[in-house]
């Protein structure tokens, strides 16, 4: 699929990751439909965007209101043959915190957010794209989720996390072995330490002892090269089924 024929939903589109990808494809002559919760931000993006962008208010586990977004985003461009999910949370915590055990709601929460939310979207935008007509290979939609290097090393405090996160990269091959039917490829982004609007609030020692863990080139990640990549997997017809880490060779250390 060409950049310039996509007309993508991106949820956490309206900031860090999602807003990189979401930059990426308008400047390639796509369309847009941002997925967030930050309606100040949206509105901002979109005028930044222009009229290739839309915003749309919507929980991603939700159930009903993913559906209704998908809908109106399709609506709205003419069309949907791309999904991005870019929305999360970070939810960091013990399992036995210093002063009592996680709360299970807290663990839910993440998984509820992270991994039910991405599946929510992918069944809602896969079914969108059934309709779509072939390309010449027979494909009809891309797919694009996004798990963490967190999903392979998790850390002390990333239980709830990494497990939501594992839980992405598990679903990926099935389901992208399911919409082989409906010629709808699917595959997983595993990102490793970027700059994000949470790093960003760092202090710069932090900061600095981040990038100095990774091995090449030693720097954290940029959005931008994660869009890039988003654009890539659109454009080759050829990746489908795989996660693809994106971390300049870091593994993560148990603290």
Known sequence: MQLKQVKALITGGVSGLGL?????????GGQVTLIDLNDEAGARVVAEL??????????VSNEAAVQEAVA??????GGLN?????????????????EAPMPLDFFSKVIQVNLVGSFNVIKAAGAAMERNAPNADGERGVIINTASVAAYEGQVGQAAYSASKAGIVGLTLPVAREFTRIGVRV????????WTPMVDGMPEPV???????IPFPPRLGRPEEYAELAAHIVENGYLN???????????LQPK
Do not use: H, W
């Not at 990189?20 to 390639?28: D, G, N």
């Not at 222009?50 to 929980?59: F, M, W």
């Not at 791309?82 to 210093?98: E, F, K, P, S």
């Open 207 to 213: 900061q600095q002892s981040l990038a100095a863990s």
């Open 20 to 28: 990189a990808v979401a930059r990426k494809f308008v400047a390639s």
């Open 82 to 98: 791309v999904a991005v999910n870019c929305a999360g949370i970070i939810g960091a915590g013990r399992v036995l915190g210093r």
């Open 241 to 251: 089924g795989e996660t693809i880490r994106l971390d300049g060779a870091v593994r």
């Open 72 to 77: 109106a985003a399709a609506t709205g461009m």
């Open 50 to 59: 222009g009229a290739a962008a839309r915003y749309l208010k919507a929980d």
């Open 187 to 194: 595959m997983t982004i595993a990102p490793g330490i970027f």
